[in-house]
């Protein structure tokens, strides 16, 4: 039986784990049930693809999207592994021929969806097989506490029962230590075996701008990445279909895909998509948890996103070949009011409190002066000790002079206190802007000695404070409340003179015009948009033709066949034998059979029409 470091170079083409990778497939080898939590493009994948290649038995694999079911598959076929799928894309043949294979033994891998494990007759089929893994993707499906719970999920404790000899394995991207907690005890998993990988995607650059005149904005960002794949996330359907029509106006390659459109339109843009044949996609968050496309060089966020989960989710699709990628998001005070009417909607009080709390942190990351990835990542529970990053615009922008804010905070405690600590920030502000609304009136806080004592500033402008006072710990929002806000220790301390509150005067949301997306920060505009080694562009391009015309013939994505860091590999070493081109990242067994001599030839003519008398030296 070859070892787990065997099949990473013979099977995967890959010389070394990633961070947690080999502890992760060592638990699941010692059959130890685990719960491991690994940023998008950190390569859950292969901590159970590789176990399922040396266990005897099978692999089953949960997944919640057909699209991702796919992709897997046809990777691992590609690489020359033994998977099949069951879902409602297939036709009866096609199903029948799956099934056959799982019963006979030829399958070690069986992707398939909660609800199609969970009937009597998939059940019935799997207790004549010996299962010796249970993978769960996207886990935190599990947890009503997560941003994207699915009932399906919290039935999978049974599968567990049915096959008590089977190991599992719950994965998962983005999950707070309460999501964390839920999944563990859904499934069973002890917490001494939670392996968390870092959720610092140290490839990505972050950057948050005022929206003012955002198509301007998004036209602006996307000039500096010509022929390069992208997102463009907005709010609605009606945003998506302007926004693509306006983009695609000024000539760009772009498709648009929300849950409006019939199902054959939505599978036509995204295989375009994720084919190459289309360079942009503008979407709302239908789209994109099951994209595995590695290549992905930006990814805008045209709206406010709800919660903290779904942006790192979203950005973390841009940049998973490890390769340099950009995240931009465009900041406006007028989507938060449309995410809380959504959230006022909503019927349960617990409901809401938690997408109080989710809104809030988003709008604290947005706000943020200090390095993006000090409230990105301190968010899921993980110490970050360093200052700056340097690939964030915070870190990039010169350094604002800080500002005495206490007297501010003293105006806005002294209202909370005068108001019980039982109301949330925007009826303080009214109070304190002197309000006549219904509520202030009902209360009689039109009577209070804090009314209308901060006119000086305008709403926006209180809130933008408030986000800061949250940010210096001196109230925080309480969790047994909806919306509440509570004193801290520190609120004590300045309320008692013993402290101050620094910060950053707060400015007026900018007037809606065409601008730049530099946002008043230093432009990236010389950054390099795929890799700053330096390579051969000319080559890499004769390189991604034929990995197009492959992938084309195959009718598979272009990154089954390589992705753009085994071409870019290729065009800085340009392998001229099959035994160099075997080194090169990403190239197996299988692939150096499969294409090994096709490659070596292109960039072995390629080099003698450089140099003649150079090549095989």
């Not at 106006?249 to 843009?269: C, I, M, Q, T, W």
């Not at 408030?466 to 301390?493: S, W």
Request: aromatic residues 8%; contains cysteine.
């Amino acid at each position: 039986m070859p070892t787990a470091n065997e099949i990473l170079k013979k099977v995967f083409g890959y010389d070394s784990f990633r961070p947690l990778q080999e502890a992760c497939i060592r638990s699941v080898l010692g059959r130890t049930d685990t719960l491991l939590i690994m940023p998008t493009g950190g390569g859950k994948s292969l901590c159970y693809q590789i176990p399922a290649l040396m266990f005897r038995g099978l692999t089953v694999v949960v997944s919640p999207l057909i699209s991702l079911m796919q992709d897997q598959v046809s990777q691992l076929r590609a690489l020359g592994a033994q998977a099949v799928l069951l879902n409602s894309s297939l036709d009866e043949l096609e199903y029948s021929e799956n099934l056959d294979a799982v019963l006979a033994g030829k399958a070690k891998l069986l992707y398939l969806a909660p609800e199609t494990l969970l009937k009597p007759d998939i059940m019935e089929t799997l207790a004549q097989v010996n299962v010796d893994c249970l993978a769960i993707d996207e886990a935190h499906c599990i947890s009503d506490w997560g941003h994207d719970f699915r009932p399906e999920y919290r039935q999978l404790f049974r599968v567990r029962s049915l096959f008590p000899k089977a190991v599992c394995l719950a994965m998962t991207a983005t999950a707070t230590p309460r999501v964390r907690k839920d999944i563990r005890e859904n499934l069973k998993i002890r917490e001494q075996n939670e392996l968390i990988a870092s959720f610092n995607r140290s490839n990505l650059f972050y950057e948050v701008i005022p929206k003012a005149g955002p198509l301007g904005q998004t036209l602006d960002f996307l000039k500096r990445f010509p022929n390069q794949s992208g997102i463009v996330y907005c709010f609605s359907r009606r945003q998506v279909e302007s926004v693509a029509e306006g983009l695609k106006e000024k000539g760009f390659s772009v498709r648009p895909y929300h849950a409006g459109l019939p199902d054959e339109v939505r599978k036509e843009n995204q295989e375009r998509f994720i084919r190459d044949d289309v360079q942009i996609m503008v979407a709302t968050i239908a789209f994109g948890m099951g994209i595995n496309k590695p290549n992905v060089r930006f990814v805008v966020h045209y709206d406010l996103p709800k919660n903290i989960e779904s942006y790192y989710q979203e950005t973390g699709r841009a940049g998973r070949d490890g390769l340099a990628a950009h995240c931009l998001l465009l900041f406006g005070y007028g989507d938060i009011h449309n995410i809380r009417y959504l959230i006022d909607q909503k019927t349960g009080d617990t409901e809401k409190q938690a997408a109080a709390m989710h809104l809030n942190a988003m709008i604290r990351y947005a706000e943020a002066e200090v390095c993006r990835r000090v409230p990105l990542i301190t968010y899921f529970g993980e110490k970050y000790d360093r200052e700056r990053c340097d690939l964030c615009d915070n870190c990039q922008a010169p350094k604002k002079a800080s500002v005495d804010l206490t007297e501010a905070a003293l105006k806005f405690l002294s209202c909370m206190h005068q108001t019980g600590q039982r109301f949330g920030a925007g009826h303080v502000i009214d109070i304190l802007r002197g309000s006549s609304s219904e509520k202030v009136r009902k209360f009689n806080h039109d009577r209070l000695e804090a009314y209308g004592r901060g006119k000086e500033n305008s709403t926006k402008q209180w809130q933008a404070l408030v986000r800061q006072f949250i940010q210096n710990n001196i109230i925080r929002p309480d969790e047994e409340a909806y919306g509440a806000l509570k004193f801290t220790v520190k609120a004590r301390e300045v309320i008692n003179g013993e402290a101050k509150i620094f910060g950053y005067p707060p400015v007026a949301e900018p007037p809606a015009k065409g601008g730049s997306a530099s946002g008043g920060k230093p432009k990236q505009e010389k950054r390099q948009a795929i890799d700053s080694r330096e390579y051969d562009e000319k080559l890499f391009e004769l390189l991604r033709k034929k990995r197009k015309e492959l992938s084309d013939r195959a009718n598979v994505p272009p990154y089954v066949i390589f992705s753009d860091k085994s071409l870019i590999e290729m065009s800085i070493y340009r392998p001229q034998s099959i035994a160099d081109f075997s080194h090169i990242y990403g190239v197996g067994a299988k692939k150096l059979e499969s294409f090994g001599e096709i490659f070596v030839t292109l960039i072995r003519d390629y080099c003698q029409s450089l140099h003649p008398k150079l090549v095989g030296r």
